[in-house]
């Protein structure tokens, strides 16, 4: 049956918008101004150092570079997938894509030591380096998932869109391949250097950019006052809890594999026993809050059907993605290099040996919370001038079929 | 005009016994000196890889509490106690070029002490992970970062197994004209490039030798008759995290 969707644009004229406008617009001036002072002063304001070299805006910016991949999966299903259901929301998935994959590209390259030679990153390539690969697929995907979303919202492209929606979902599983190699292809540290990396990471955007999704779905559906049937968001909720299994199967994984390595043996301990604030973070807000509790929320069978849950739920996998990434991140940095197996090391000036502390600056926070800000704003005034969302996602409109077993 | 012919001939005798003597020399040194003094490049030539610059450090002769390769190195290149204008940084955050390490062995107490730096490696993570190029290897094996294209990621520093870089976390000042040191860029070790290219020898090692510890040798690694060669050949010597198959430019002997 051919589906009779009316997009069109939000309203934008209520006292609501012009505040959660506002709110954003401060909180992308804010990540400037903290921008404008750690490059004005160096980064020795930032808590990261020359022994915890990437920070807080790394976990912010790999964050919602790794949500923008996985935020594409929807408008993926129902093209490349062709399932119906998840049709009128491909907009919309590759809007939130876009933009926070420009959230997450802005923190970086405004955490970079020099930001203003943004054009030497553009013009001089390393081919053997993932990360000018990752540029490259970066700025590829930006310019993919706007074709793919043209292909879709202009009626004289449309025969075209489904070979762009197979193109731009290729192309998101190689960037978060890329994204995750980043980290499988440090040899140097014993956290890292795991082929495993690469599709943990794919199977983390899936999780992470669906629940990111589900909120925006749902805040921008109330807030504009448009119907959103139970159909759609079931569905979506659903396919989120088998995601989280699926990211907590790979961290299993990943982790037995290094367990059984004698020579891993030293970051396992520490991650998972010794490690303080990262085996905390790793067990009870990564495992417990941010996995197994979102897990039995959404697939409880009266409390997975109440919209608060759903809501609280997907809340919980982002604070757990926040934890894994921090741990990832921090926590790998944190564990010392292993150079001199049998020694220990004695003295250094240079803190060789040692576990490596780190604490936050609030510059590095405010610049992590500007990305995420950019990202919503993106997303606020596109669909206020373009037409992204359906008037309604109501069950009848959206699966006549499943509205009936609802 | 005799006096004139006179000095043409004085001229042409010198010339003379100086070629020849070269020449001499030349023939016989390579049975004289049992070793061949490192010679780097003109200053209008390019460098090729017919040199591997490399490093030996006997960790036997190295004392325990020196750190005058470290002094000298920061002395050398402007960095540590020599700059002072590094001050907002952290203990955690200011630079380190080579620094003394002192380890145990854990199963007999054997201590060593040894100074860590760049290790010049053949293929060099930091060199393989660098976005832009910044960071690159000479065709004579040492790993230098170019100032100008370097944007700061820190990826380099990510990939590196010794922790050999650092980052700069602050305006600097007094600056030394060979060691260019700039905010959000990556500098580690040069090994002393600015020398070598004159013939000279890393300000580290030169220090280890005044102190007369003699636990560092520099050279070609491909002269077979260098020292460093020869110590090589003769009493061995190992790599750290050889396990990477970095094939490092600096060497350890009793690790």
Redesign the interface.
């Known amino acids: 049956m051919k589906l009779e969707l009316t997009y069109r644009e939000t309203a934008g004229k209520s006292a609501g918008f012009w505040v959660l406008l506002g709110g954003l617009g401060l909180l992308v001036a804010i990540a400037l101004g903290a921008t404008l002072y750690m490059?004005h002063?160096?980064?020795?304001?930032t808590g990261?150092?020359?022994?915890?070299?990437?920070g807080m805006p790394h976990v912010f910016a790999i964050f919602l570079i790794v949500a923008a991949s996985g935020a594409l999966n929807v408008a993926s299903i129902g093209t490349v997938f062709g399932k119906a259901l998840y049709k009128p929301l491909g907009r919309l998935s590759g809007l939130v894509a876009m933009a926070l994959l420009m959230g997450g590209l802005a923190v970086l390259v405004l955490d970079?030591?020099?930001p203003d030679?943004?054009i030497?990153?553009m013009t001089?390539?390393?081919f053997?380096?993932?990360?000018?690969w990752n540029?490259m697929l970066y700025t590829g995907f930006l310019a993919v998932t706007g074709i793919y979303l043209w292909m879709m919202m202009e009626r004289k492209m449309n025969k075209y869109y489904r070979p762009a929606g197979i193109v731009a979902f290729i192309w998101r599983l190689i960037l978060t391949t890329g994204t995750g190699s980043?980290f499988g292809?440090?040899?140097?540290?014993q956290a890292y250097d795991a082929a495993l990396m690469a599709p943990m990471f794919v199977i983390m955007s899936f999780a992470y950019g669906l629940a990111v999704f589900i909120l925006v779905l749902m805040a921008a559906y109330k807030w504009t006052e448009r119907p959103l049937g139970d159909a759609i968001l079931y569905r979506l909720k659903n396919l989120l809890g088998v995601f989280i299994a699926a990211v907590l199967y790979f961290v299993m994984v990943y982790h037995l594999a290094n367990l059984y390595a004698t020579e891993h043996h030293g970051v396992e301990a520490f991650i998972l026993r010794d490690g303080g604030i990262y085996t905390k973070l790793f067990w009870i807000v990564q495992i417990g809050l941010g996995s197994l509790l979102p897990l039995a929320m959404i697939y409880h069978p009266t409390i997975g059907k109440s919209r608060p849950a759903i809501i609280t739920a997907c809340i919980l996998v982002i604070i757990g993605a926040f934890a894994q990434l921090y741990v990832i991140l921090i926590g790998g940095?944190a564990y010392p290099?292993e150079?001199?197996p049998?020694?220990?090391?004695?003295?250094?000036?240079?803190?060789?040996g040692g576990v490596?502390?780190y604490s936050p600056s609030i510059w590095e926070i405010m610049l992590g919370m500007g990305g995420i800000a950019l990202a919503m704003l993106i997303v606020t005034v596109a669909v206020r001038v373009l037409r992204f969302m359906p008037e309604t996602l109501d069950d009848a409109t959206v699966d006549p079929h499943a509205a009936k077993s609802v | 005009m005799s006096e004139n012919r006179n000095e043409i001939d004085q001229y042409r005798r010198r010339f003379l016994t100086q070629t020849s003597a070269a020449a001499a020399a030349a023939s016989i040194a390579p049975g004289v000196f049992l070793t061949t003094p490192a010679v780097a490049k003109p200053d209008d030539q390019g460098v090729t890889n017919e040199k591997r610059w490399g490093i030996l450090i006997d960790t036997h002769k190295c004392a325990n509490g020196c750190t005058s390769c470290v002094t000298a190195c920061e002395e050398e290149n402007g960095w540590g106690s020599a700059n002072p204008s590094e001050s907002h940084s952290d203990e955690t955050q200011k630079a380190q070029w080579i620094r003394k390490v002192s380890l145990k062995e854990k199963s007999t107490g054997h201590v060593v002490s040894l100074p860590l730096m760049c290790q010049h490696c053949e293929t060099a993570p930091c060199v393989d992970v660098c976005p832009t190029g910044a960071s690159f290897k000479r065709a004579d094996g040492i790993v230098l970062v170019d100032k100008h294209i370097c944007i700061g990621c820190r990826y380099c520093m990510m990939a590196c197994p010794y922790k050999a870089r650092s980052f700069i976390h602050e305006d600097l000042k007094d600056q030394k004209p060979w060691a260019p040191r700039g905010k959000g860029t990556v500098e580690s070790c040069t090994m002393c490039v600015h020398r070598v290219d004159k013939d000279g020898t890393p300000a580290c090692v030169e220090a280890c030798n005044a102190e007369n510890h003699k636990a560092m040798f520099f050279g070609d690694l491909y002269d077979k008759n260098s020292e460093i060669s020869q110590q090589l050949r003769e009493h061995g010597g190992e790599q750290i995290r050889a396990d990477l198959g970095l094939n490092t430019g600096v060497r350890y002997r009793g690790l």
């Open positions: 490059e002063e160096g980064h020795h304001v990261m150092s020359n022994q915890i070299i990437w970079l030591g020099h030679r943004l030497v990153a001089y390539y390393n053997k380096s993932i990360f000018a540029i980043i292809f440090l040899v140097a540290r940095q290099l150079m001199f049998g020694y220990e090391v004695v003295e250094s000036s240079f803190f060789d490596n502390t």
